[in-house]
C-alpha cells in the first residue's frame, strides 16, 4: 500500500501487447517502460485500445492506461516523455442548466440529431413535441425485412426513414475527427441506454444494428419520462410565418403544431422535405457529396490482407480506410462506411429506384465484410445550379440502377474482374435481399467515377495486396453518402432567411455520421435553451 507519499494519476500511451497476450500483462508492460516494480502501480485501467497492424507479421493491440502512482521518477519522467503525462483533474461535465421559462420546440426527425437535440432540450425544461415520418424502430424493422424479402417498398418506413434514422441499419460507427467535450457525454448517454461500455474506450467505437436498435427503444422511453410528446407517422409538410418569423409547423398536410423554434434534423433523404423548403423560399445551396458503388470480399480474405490471420481469436474483424487523388480530375476516390463481417443493403426510399449501404451488428461475424467505394462528386457536374440539382443527379443514377438490376428492386451487380475488363469474372457472391442481378455497372455511373474507380483500384491492390480478387463483387449505387445540399444557417444555428428554424444534422448539410449528428443536433439544443 502506498503510504507517506503523493499518489499522483498517469496516463501512458502506445502501450502494447501481442495478440496472444493477456491484458492482465499491461501493469507488468507499463512497470518494464518506467523503470519502476510493478507493485508501484495502482488503479491501472485501460482509457483507449486499438490496433496496429502495420506489420502484418507481428500485430499488435495498443493501449493508453491511466494508474496512479507515488513513484516521484515518473513524474520527473513527464517532462521529456510525449508518451507520459499527469493527469489533473478532469474538466467538469457540461451540465444543463434548468430554464424558468421553457419554449414550445418541435423537433423534426428521430436521427441522431433530432433525438439528442429532443433529449438535451427536455432535459433542460423545454417543452418538445418530436415528430417522425415514420414508424416506431419495432415496426420499422419488419417492414424493412419485408421489403428484403421481395415484399413492396414502404416509402415512409424503410432503411432512410422511421425511428433512428438511416444510421439504424449501418455498423453503428461511433467515430469522429470531432474534438468536443459533449462527444463523450453521447457516448455516455448511449451506453446508459444498453451500448456496450466498450464504446467509452475503443479506437473506433461501434454499436452495430442489433445493438442500436435496443437503444433506440431505451432513448424513447427516456423520453417519455422527461415528457416529450412523440409523434410518429408525422411528415413535416409545411412551414407558417408571421413578419418572415417561424410560428407554426404543420404536419401531413393537416396538423398545426405552434412552436418558438422547430429543429430540422430529417437526414439527407427528404428529399420531399427539401422541396418544400425550396418553394417556401428557405436559403439552400447544393453542395459536393460522393457516389459509387459497394464492394464485397470474404471477410477472412480482408483478415488475411490486413492482419495476416484469417481468424484470431483476439483480433476484430479487419476494416480499412482507403484514399486515392486523381491529379487530373481533382477527384477524390476513397473508401467510405466500411462494414467488417457485415451485409450490404438495399435502401431505397423512393418507387423506381435503386441504392444501396452497408451494415453489420456489433458481433461483425458475418462471411463477407463491404465497403463503398465512391467518388467525389462537384456541384458543377449537375445540369444545372439549382439548390435541387443534387438531388435530381441521386435520382437519375437510382433510376438507372433499377432498370439495370431489373425493375424489381434487386441491385445491380458485378464481379470485380469483369468491371476492370480484365476477364470475365467469377460467380456473383453478395449478401444483400433478396439478391443481386448481373448487370454491366457503367451503365449505372457517370462516366467519371467508373473512370475514377478503374483508376483507383489498382492503387489500393498496391496498398492491399488481394484486394482484386475473382472473390470480389460490385453492387450498385451507393449515392447517399451526405446530403446534396446545404440548408444555410448562420453562426447561432439558424436559417439565414427563416428564424426559427434551426437546421441541425446530416441532412442539414453539416454533419457526418451517427457522432457529429448528435454533437451536432446537440449544439443547436443548446443554443436554443440559451446555454452556448
Known amino acids: 500500500m502506498l503510504v507517506n507519499k503523493e499518489i499522483r494519476c498517469f496516463r501512458l500511451r502506445e502501450v502494447a501487447l501481442n495478440v496472444d497476450e493477456e491484458e492482465t500483462l499491461l501493469a507488468s508492460r507499463v512497470a518494464e517502460y518506467l523503470q519502476i516494480a510493478v507493485e508501484q502501480i495502482q488503479g491501472l485501467h485501460v482509457v483507449r485500445q486499438g490496433i496496429d497492424a502495420r506489420r502484418k507479421g507481428r500485430v499488435l493491440r495498443v493501449y493508453t492506461v491511466e494508474f496512479l502512482t507515488d513513484d516521484a521518477s515518473v513524474l520527473l519522467r513527464c517532462e521529456n516523455d510525449p508518451r507520459l503525462i499527469c493527469v489533473v483533474d478532469a474538466p467538469a461535465a457540461i451540465e444543463i442548466q434548468r430554464t424558468t421559462q421553457p419554449k414550445t420546440v418541435v423537433v423534426v426527425g428521430m436521427g441522431p440529431a433530432g433525438l439528442f437535440a429532443a433529449l438535451t432540450l427536455a432535459q433542460a425544461g423545454h417543452q418538445v413535441c418530436l415528430v417522425e415520418r415514420g414508424k416506431p424502430v419495432e415496426q420499422r424493422v419488419v417492414d424493412v425485412e419485408s421489403f428484403w424479402n421481395g415484399g413492396a417498398l414502404q416509402h415512409n418506413s424503410n432503411v432512410q426513414f422511421g425511428e433512428g434514422g438511416a444510421g439504424t441499419f449501418s455498423d453503428g460507427k461511433l467515430t469522429t475527427r470531432i474534438k468536443h467535450p459533449l462527444t ?45 410528446e412523440l409523434r410518429y407517422e408525422s411528415c413535416l409538410t409545411g412551414l407558417d410565418r408571421q413578419n418572415g418569423v417561424l410560428t407554426t409547423a404543420r404536419i401531413n398536410d393537416r396538423d398545426e403544431l405552434p412552436c418558438a423554434a422547430l429543429v430540422l434534423a430529417v437526414g439527407h433523404s427528404a428529399r420531399d422535405t427539401y422541396a418544400m423548403l425550396d418553394e417556401q423560399g428557405v436559403r439552400l445551396e447544393a453542395k459536393p457529396f460522393a457516389i459509387g458503388v459497394r464492394i464485397e470480399h470474404p471477410a477472412a480474405l480482408i483478415n488475411r490482407i490486413q492482419f495476416g490471420h484469417s481468424n484470431h481469436p483476439r483480433l476484430p474483424t479487419a476494416d480499412y480506410a482507403l484514399t486515392f487523388n486523381d491529379r487530373q480530375s481533382g477527384r477524390g476516390i476513397y473508401s467510405f462506411c466500411m462494414c467488417p463481417g457485415g451485409q450490404v443493403v438495399q435502401s431505397s426510399s423512393e418507387s423506381e429506384m435503386v441504392v444501396v449501404n452497408g451494415m453489420s451488428d456489433y458481433c461483425r461475424a458475418g462471411s463477407l465484410s463491404n465497403s463503398a467505394l465512391v467518388v467525389s462528386v462537384r456541384p458543377e457536374d449537375f445540369a444545372d445550379d439549382t439548390p435541387l440539382a443534387g438531388v435530381r443527379f441521386q435520382q437519375h443514377w437510382e433510376r438507372q440502377a433499377f432498370l439495370a438490376g431489373g425493375g424489381d428492386y434487386r441491385p445491380p451487380a458485378q464481379n470485380l474482374m ?89 441532412g442539414a448539410g453539416y454533419a457526418g455520421g451517427i457522432m457529429s449528428a448528435a454533437l451536432d443536433g446537440m449544439q443547436i439544443a443548446l443554443t436554443i435553451h440559451g446555454q452556448e
Open 184 to 228: 463523450r457525454r453521447i457516448l455516455q448517454t448511449l451506453v446508459d441506454f444498453g451500448a456496450p461500455e466498450q464504446i467509452l474506450v475503443q479506437a473506433k467505437p461501434h454499436i452495430g444494428t442489433d445493438r442500436l436498435r435496443q437503444v433506440l427503444i431505451r432513448f424513447r422511453r427516456e423520453l417519455q419520462q422527461l415528457g416529450v
Open 418 to 506: 469483369a468491371f476492370l475488363g480484365r476477364k470475365k469474372g467469377g460467380q456473383l457472391v453478395s449478401s444483400c435481399r433478396p439478391g443481386v442481378r448481373s448487370a454491366e455497372l457503367t451503365q449505372t455511373l457517370p462516366d467519371f467515377v467508373s473512370d475514377g474507380l478503374k483508376q483507383a483500384l489498382p492503387h489500393f491492390e498496391r496498398k492491399m495486396r488481394g484486394f482484386i480478387t475473382t472473390e470480389a463483387t460490385l453492387i450498385g449505387v451507393e449515392t447517399r453518402t451526405s446530403a446534396p445540399l446545404r440548408i444555410v444557417r448562420d453562426g447561432h444555428g439558424q436559417s439565414v432567411n427563416c428564424p426559427g428554424l434551426y437546421p441541425a444534422g446530416e
